[in-house]
């Protein structure tokens, strides 16, 4: 085989560079798009537990206006008030979070940010359900217990 060259196997320089450089690139589009996961499944937690939050207000509304009574705690109106008010407290609105939910999640008492679990918060008329591992930006469940309104915030 004379004027041929055997070639070895493995790769030139050139050849890995080229390939350090793509996976860097490719390194530089998916990891925004894992980091961004985590934003993602804070949101659908959040949602789902609004929506089953609001889905169990309007049925202990509706057990309220077809019997005149509910199994639990309720306002004149029907609405589920915990154990009492206006004006709400946070033990009132921990107690509308677990007496109306099948399986709540867990909640307690107070706010505080970046706690597991979901924190609540009496004012007035109004119950705030806080999603306590997020800090930045905050998702709120807002339960007007006079009206049966309930919203989802992110502020």
């Known amino acids: 085989m004379s004027g041929w060259q055997t070639r070895h196997g493995g790769f030139t320089l050139i050849e890995a560079v080229f390939v350090i450089a793509i996976l860097g690139i490719l390194a530089s589009i998916a990891i925004p798009r894992f980091i961004d ?7 659908a937690t959040a949602r789902a537990t609004h929506g089953g939050f609001s ?7 509706a057990e309220w206006q077809a019997r ?7 306002s004149t109106t029907g609405w ?14 921990a107690a509308i979070w677990t007496d109306i939910l099948t399986s709540p999640p867990p909640g307690s ?17 109004f119950c705030f359900f806080v999603y306590q591992p997020d800090t930045t930006p ?7 217990v006079l009206t049966g309104r ?3 915030l992110v502020i």
Do not use: K
């Open 37 to 43: 996961l985590t934003e993602q499944a804070h949101h």
């Open 109 to 125: 008492p107070g706010f505080a940010p970046g706690a597991d679990g979901w924190g609540t918060l009496g004012f007035f008329n």
């Open 68 to 74: 005149g009574s509910s199994s639990v705690g309720t």
């Open 150 to 152: 309930v919203e989802y």
């Open 80 to 93: 589920p008030n915990g154990t009492g008010g206006p004006p709400m407290t946070n033990p009132a609105c």
């Open 55 to 61: 889905s169990a207000v309007n049925l202990i509304q």
């Open 138 to 144: 905050f998702r709120i469940i807002r339960d007007n």
